[in-house]
């Protein structure tokens, strides 16, 4: 039986989206990464030159490979160094390139399926370009946004425990220390990161620099201004800090405060956005050819042009209205 023209299309647009994804979130066997750790001590402890120039040459090749692997994706990103923090901020080991082949899956699989579905050829491949590239930075940006609210929702415990640490009389750098590994989430991340930066001879404020750079966050950096401020004009640091506890937690409480009294707001705003394009899916859905129409007649193309240009303004006038600052 012979197969048509548009399955085989399907067939190799399935298979090569599934490869894509196979090869941007595969992750290493149990075995390899067993093996791996095991070579890593070994070279780390023996004495050896011979292990000691295979260790160094196996680096440089595996930084070659990567090198050229990330160009390849940077050439393809405008903004390479801005995305790469985007990622770093998820906590996450994704790198430039699993985005761009997520990005690239996703756009293969939704222009074919739509292609499919009978929609016209530029316009499943402008919703193709509008999924793969708005997903993934959509998951990137929730991604973001949910760590950032797990380190503000820990932070003022975590300086409470500095605060305790400096009363007993250990130093900044060892509470940083122990909240590495007393506190968990991405406190413990950063907080680590900037103690083992430390070690290796980093100042603390480059340390705690490249963290709030990294973060994001303003909780995060009137932390760091407020060490910066203590070690020029001196003070009481665990006071300082204790009463910047209680100014977060009461920024946190406000917030919530604001979200509650907003959030009727929103989502109304939420419903009256989404409604026209559920309804336009509805219907295509129902009768395709009724819907074609749209992208027809010319009539119906200014139509929804001008609806969708008014739906835009009406949406961003909400959330301009229900988006509040502290």
């Not at 901020?89 to 996703?106: D, E, F, M, P």
Request: include cysteine.
């Amino acid at each position: 039986m012979e197969l048509s023209f548009p399955v085989l299309i399907l067939a190799m647009g399935l298979l090569g989206t599934l490869g894509i994804f196979a090869l941007a979130l595969n992750g290493p066997s149990s075995a390899k990464a067993s093996h791996r750790r095991l070579e890593s001590v070994r070279e780390r402890h023996s004495r050896s030159n011979e292990v000691a120039a295979q260790a160094q040459m196996k680096r440089i090749r595996q930084t070659r490979n990567d090198s050229k692997m990330e160009g390849l994706a940077q050439r393809l990103i405008p903004n390479p160094a801005l995305l790469r923090q985007r990622l770093e901020q998820t906590g996450r080991s994704w790198t430039l390139l699993h985005y761009v082949l997520a990005t690239l899956g996703l756009f293969v699989f939704v222009a074919v399926m739509l292609t499919l579905r009978g929609l016209p050829i530029y316009l499943a491949i402008f919703a193709g370009l509008f999924v793969g590239i708005g997903l993934p930075h959509f998951v990137v940006g929730k991604l973001i946004k949910r760590r950032v609210a797990q380190f503000t929702a820990k932070f003022p415990d975590a300086i409470d425990l500095m605060v305790r640490g400096l009363r007993s009389g250990l130093p900044i750098t060892e509470t940083m220390g122990v909240i590495a590994d007393e506190v968990p989430g991405p406190i413990a991340d950063e907080f680590r990161t900037v103690s083992d930066k430390m070690k290796i001879g980093r100042t603390m404020e480059v340390a705690l620099g490249e963290a709030a750079a990294r973060l994001g966050t303003p909780e995060f950096q009137f932390f760091v201004i407020t060490l910066a401020i203590q070690r020029e004009t001196g003070g009481n640091l665990a006071e300082t800090l204790g009463n910047l506890s209680d100014v977060l937690r009461k920024r946190a409480a406000m917030k919530l405060k604001i979200k509650a009294m907003s959030s009727e707001s929103k989502a109304s705003a939420w419903i009256v956005g989404s409604l026209p394009f559920i309804v336009f899916a509805l219907i295509w859905f129902i009768n395709g050819e009724y819907m074609q129409k749209f992208f027809v007649d010319e009539r119906l193309i200014i139509a929804g042009c001008g609806g969708l240009m008014w739906m835009g303004i009406g949406v961003f006038i909400m959330a301009k209205m229900v988006d509040f600052e502290i």
